[in-house]
Nanobody, 117 residues
Framework: QVQLVESGGGSVQAGGSLTLSCAYSASPYCMAWFRQAPGKERERVATIEGLSRTSYADSVKGRFTISGNSAKNTLYLQMNSLKPEDTAMYYC??????????????WGQGTQVTVSS
């Protein structure tokens, strides 16, 4: 069982930056950030494998950075050059095996990010 608690969401103007944090209770190999805007499907934003190998959705590539700190048991999502279309509820997620492309089992409660134009 992995417990995940996000923080760091808020409101920002377009072009601004935010950093989301996710405190986790174990050390899962696969961790990811997802987001879901009202009326839209959930989108995987970024994935990190073993706190090293990363991948990103095309919509955020070059603007967002996923990273982790094993000493602090914390996952981060640094978001730069934010756009109004980045507005969504952001979720931290993990799974208990090494198949990082599959569906995720453990979820945080979410943190809201709102970007105004």
């Amino acid at each position: 069982q992995v417990q995940l608690v996000e923080s760091g969401g808020g409101s920002v103007q377009a072009g601004g930056s935010l950093t989301l944090s996710c405190a986790y209770s174990a050390s899962p190999y696969c961790m990811a950030w997802f987001r879901q805007a009202p009326g839209k499907e959930r989108e995987r934003v970024a994935t990190i494998e073993g706190l090293s190998r990363t991948s990103y959705a095309d919509s955020v590539k070059g603007r967002f950075t996923i990273s982790g700190n094993s000493a602090k048991n914390t996952l981060y999502l640094q978001m730069n050059s934010l756009k109004p279309e980045d507005t969504a509820m952001y979720y931290c997620a993990a799974r208990g095996d090494f198949y990082c492309s599959g569906s995720y089992t453990f979820w945080g409660q979410g943190t809201q990010v709102t970007v105004s134009s």
